[in-house]
């Protein structure tokens, strides 16, 4: 059958009639302005609204992003999810909401690379785009890299969840906090111990949110990096893509020589992020989708460096 068979074995009314037979109805009489300077503007109302606002804007914003890696792929073009928000007085009724969207296809046109520099950049505009005191951003991300076995060598790509949130405020400058959400293995040292043979294992999901000094240098340290590092380097083992059985021997008898426990992780991940000259406070959770349970095993630490 060809597409002209095909087309005339219903005859169908017209789009527009269609449209009626399901209810769309004729545009009614307006009678209020279109053009932008005789519109009422509601939400630049000056009065007593009675409170301030922490916060007010957008999220769940999707938007393409480029980012920069120290493992390969070291340019990756990726999927953020951005929210964006100012605070405002009580004298003022709402926000602008459309100049957060126009400032981010702004930085989008001249190739927006999600990097501090210039999320710190975005942010002093967007105060000053907003006439606020201060602007936030947070902006989430897949972020992909590069795993070989350990003993083929073979590649392939893992992922984490990263995410960065900069607080630019007139008066006091910024709030930078990066985050990261990574897998590894684990295997039970409970189980191990009590056992003839062999030991549950489960996958964990250990997440890192640092705050970095004001002088850390990211054209130097790839913060990303550093925090899958501090995950990966004290788990029973990392997670790979590509296995073949060298590899696959490899890990087991490495998780097996390195058992932990929930608790395990956060105080041996804490101890890198303590060691790292660059971080000032940090929060680290585990969470150990346990093998032999329904449900899951947690952990988590907050640690302030400046309150020692
Ligand atoms: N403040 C506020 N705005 C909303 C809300 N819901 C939707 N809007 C937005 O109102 C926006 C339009 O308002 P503005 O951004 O102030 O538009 P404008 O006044 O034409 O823009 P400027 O000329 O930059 O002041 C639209 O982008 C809507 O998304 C809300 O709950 N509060």
Known sequence: MNQTDLNTKKQLPSKEERHKLFGSVDPGPR???????????????????????????????????????SKKPEIQTTVGTFRFSSSISKGSKGT????????????????????????????????????????????????FFERKGPFSDLAGMNHADAS???????????????????????????????????????????????????????NSIDWKSALLEA????????????????????VTEQAYENPRFVEDIVRLVSADLYELSYVEKFYVSCRNEESIHLHDAIAEITYDKTSE
């Open 231 to 250: 995950a990966e380097s004290n788990a029973s083992a990392r997670i790979h893509p590509v296995l073949k059985r060298p590899d696959e021997k490899a």
């Open 164 to 218: 960065m949130k900069v607080h630019y405020h007139q008066d006091t400058g910024y709030d930078i906090e990066v985050s990261l959400n990574g897998t590894i293995t684990t295997l039970c040292p409970c189980s191990k111990e009590i056992s003839e043979y062999s030991a549950h294992n489960q996958r964990g999901q250990v997440s890192m949110s640092v705050t970095l000094t004001d002088d850390f240098d990211e």
């Open 31 to 69: 009678t209020k302005p279109v053009e932008k300077d005789k519109m009422p503007d509601l939400q630049n109302s000056r009065e007593d609204f009675l409170f301030d606002l922490d916060a007010v804007g957008i999220t769940n914003v999707k938007h393409p992003i480029r980012i920069h890696s």
């Open 96 to 143: 602008n909401m459309s100049r957060f969207t126009e400032q981010l296809e702004k930085y989008h046109n001249e190739g927006f690379a999600i990097d501090l520099f210039t999320l710190k950049k975005f942010t002093k505009e967007l105060a000053d785009r907003l006439e606020q005191k201060d602007a936030f951003i947070e902006v989430s991300y897949p972020w």
